[in-house]
C-alpha cells in the first residue's frame, strides 16, 4: 500500500487517517534544535468536510488516500443520485447526497464539475466557479429602476435562490459566481 | 523571478548592520573572531542534528551542522575567549522557522559559566536591538510546573503520554520521556511564552555538550533563550571532561544504530582536544536569521535569508 512520509508533506497530499481519507492544508514543522522532530498538520476530512489538527513524529508514514479529483459532466439527477460522466473514456460515476451536498443546486446538464473520488466512488463534487443559469421565477422588473439599488429574490432553474438587481425579468439568463453564490451579470441570449 | 533575492533591501541592511555591531561588540569585549572549516570528515552524531553528506575523494565528508567541535579545538589550542559568524546545515529542517542552510553566530567565553553567558547575551541583544529589553527567566523544570502543573522528573512515562495526547492530538504511544517533552514544550508552551526568556537547567538526558550542575545532577548547565516562543539560542556550561564525551557520542551513534542510522566516525581530534585540556569556559549559538525575524517583525525565515532554497 502506497504511503508517505512526514517530509513528503505538503498542501494537498490525500493520507487516509483513523480509516478516513483527508487532504492536508497546512503542514508546519516544529523541532526544538537539539530535540525531536514533528509535522503539525491541519487536515480537511474529504468526507464530512470538518478540519482538525493532527501532529506527526517527524519521519513516520501515512498511509497514502486512494483520491483523485477528475474533470467529470454531470448529466442527470434521477432523485436519489446524481450522475457524471468522464468525457475522456465515457465512464460513469453516481454521486449521493453527501458526496455532492450545496453543488446540487448549481448543476445544469452538460456543466463540467470536479469530483472527487475516493477508491473510484464520488466523495465531493465541486462545481464550476461560474454558471450561467436561466431565471425561473422572480417577481416582475419594476419600471424605471435599471440603476443601482435594491435587489430581489430570483429562483434559477437549478433551484438555487440568488439576490438579482430589480430590473432583471423572468426567463433571462444569468451568470452567478458558485463559490460566494453572487450574481454578476446578466447574459445576453 | 526567481533569481532575484528573497530577502528586501531593507532586511539586507538590517543583516549588515547587526553583523558589524555583533563584530565591534565582541572586539571590545577581547574576543578573537576566527574561522573554521563548514567541510569536515566527522560530524555531530547527536540522532536529533542531521548533517549533510558530502562526497569527498570517495569518503563521505560533512557541513557542519554548527562549529562547535572545530571551535573547541581551537578553544584547546589557544585559550582564550572566540567568536565566529558563519553558515551552519541541519538536514530534513525546512519550515517556517528552520532552512537547510542558515547562519550562526557561535561564541565561546573562557572562564565564563552559563549564567554569566545569559547575561552577556542580553547584553548583545540589547545592543542590537537599539532599544532596552526585558528578558525572562525561568529553569526546564519550572517551565513545566508553571504551564502545566506537572514534576517532570516524577512524571510516570505513560501518564506524560497521555498528556501529550490530550493536549496535542497526536499518536504518543512510541515517543520516550524526552521527545514527550519536547512535544509539549513546542506546541503547547512555547505558544504561550511571551518575549524574550531564558529557560534553563536543562534535564541531563538533555544535556548535548554541557556539563552537569554542580550539585544537582539531574540538570545540565545548558540553557536556551526564546523570544515569543521561537527558540533563538542555546547555549552551556561546556563539558570539558573527554572521557564523558566519548561516552556521550558512543550513546548517540547506538541511537543511530536503533533508529536504523549508519555510525559516525567519533571526532577524534575533538576528542584529543579535550584530553589536552579545554579551559573552563561557556558557549553559545544564536541563530541570525531568527534574530532578525525578531528585530525587524517578520514571520518567516525564508523573507530573511538573501537566496532561500527553492522547497
Request: proline share 4%; glycine share 8%.
Amino acid at each position: 500500500m502506497a504511503s508517505y512520509s512526514t517530509n513528503e508533506f505538503r498542501s494537498g497530499l490525500k493520507i487516509m487517517l483513523d480509516g478516513e481519507p483527508c487532504s492536508i492544508i497546512e503542514n508546519e514543522f516544529v523541532k526544538p534544535g537539539k530535540g525531536q522532530a514533528f509535522n503539525r498538520v491541519k487536515i480537511r476530512n474529504l468526507k464530512t468536510g470538518r478540519v482538525l489538527d493532527k501532529t506527526f513524529k517527524s519521519g513516520d508514514s501515512v498511509e497514502a488516500a486512494d483520491v483523485v479529483d477528475t474533470q467529470m459532466q454531470f448529466l442527470y439527477a434521477d432523485g436519489e443520485f446524481w450522475h457524471f460522466m468522464d468525457p475522456d473514456n465515457y465512464e460513469q460515476a453516481a454521486a449521493d447526497a453527501n458526496a455532492v451536498g450545496d453543488a446540487r443546486q448549481w448543476l445544469k446538464a452538460q456543466d463540467s464539475c470536479e469530483v472527487t473520488l475516493y477508491n473510484g466512488s464520488p466523495i465531493s463534487v465541486t462545481p464550476p466557479n461560474f454558471v450561467e443559469l436561466e431565471i425561473t421565477d422572480t417577481d416582475p422588473g419594476l419600471r424605471g429602476d435599471t440603476a443601482q439599488g435594491g435587489t430581489k429574490p430570483a429562483t434559477l432553474e437549478t433551484g438555487a435562490v440568488v439576490k438579482v438587481p430589480l430590473f432583471i425579468e423572468q426567463g433571462e439568463v444569468v451568470k452567478v459566481d458558485t463559490r460566494t453564490g453572487e450574481y454578476l451579470s446578466r447574459v445576453k441570449k | 523571478m526567481t533569481w532575484q533575492p528573497s530577502a528586501s533591501p531593507r532586511v539586507l541592511h538590517e543583516r549588515a548592520r547587526i553583523y558589524r555591531q555583533i563584530r565591534e561588540f565582541f572586539d571590545a569585549r577581547g574576543c578573537l573572531e576566527v574561522d573554521t572549516p563548514l567541510l569536515m570528515p566527522t560530524t555531530n552524531p547527536d540522532l536529533q542534528v542531521g548533517s549533510v553528506g558530502v562526497p569527498v575523494g570517495g569518503r563521505t565528508h560533512y557541513l557542519q551542522t554548527s562549529p562547535e567541535f572545530a571551535m573547541k579545538r581551537l578553544l584547546a589550542a589557544v585559550g582564550e575567549s572566540i567568536f565566529q559568524i558563519c553558515h551552519s546545515f541541519r538536514s530534513g529542517e525546512v519550515g517556517r522557522l528552520h532552512a537547510l542552510e542558515f547562519s550562526l553566530l557561535e561564541w565561546y567565553r573562557v572562564g565564563y559559566d552559563y549564567r554569566q553567558l545569559m547575561l552577556e547575551i542580553e547584553l548583545l541583544i540589547t545592543t542590537l536591538s537599539l532599544k532596552r529589553c526585558e528578558f525572562g527567566r525561568i529553569s526546564y523544570h519550572e517551565l513545566f510546573s508553571q504551564h502545566l502543573g506537572i514534576d517532570i522528573d516524577a512524571i510516570e512515562l505513560g501518564e506524560l503520554r497521555r498528556l501529550c495526547a490530550v493536549r496535542v492530538d497526536a499518536d504518543t504511544s512510541r515517543l520516550g520521556h524526552d521527545a514527550c517533552l519536547d512535544l509539549l514544550l513546542g506546541m503547547v508552551i512555547a505558544p504561550q511564552m511571551q518575549g524574550y526568556q531564558f529557560v534553563y537547567d536543562y534535564p541531563i538526558a538533555q544535556a548535548a555538550l554541557a556539563r552537569p550542575r554542580a550539585g544537582d545532577a539531574r540538570v545540565a548547565e545548558r540553557f536556551e533563550l526564546f523570544h515569543d516562543g521561537i527558540e533563538l539560542a542555546n547555549g552551556f556550561s561546556e563539558l570539558t571532561d573527554a572521557a564523558e564525551q566519548r561516552t556521550r557520542f558512543e550513546r548517540d551513534n547506538r541511537a543511530r544504530v536503533l533508529a536504523g542510522l549508519a555510525e559516525y566516525p567519533l571526532d577524534e581530534d575533538l576528542l584529543a582536544a579535550l584530553e589536552a585540556g579545554l579551559p573552563d569556559c561557556a558557549g553559545a549559538a544564536l541563530g541570525l536569521d531568527r534574530l532578525l525575524m525578531v528585530l525587524l517583525d517578520i514571520d518567516s525565515i525564508d523573507a530573511v535569508l538573501t537566496f532561500a532554497a527553492d522547497d
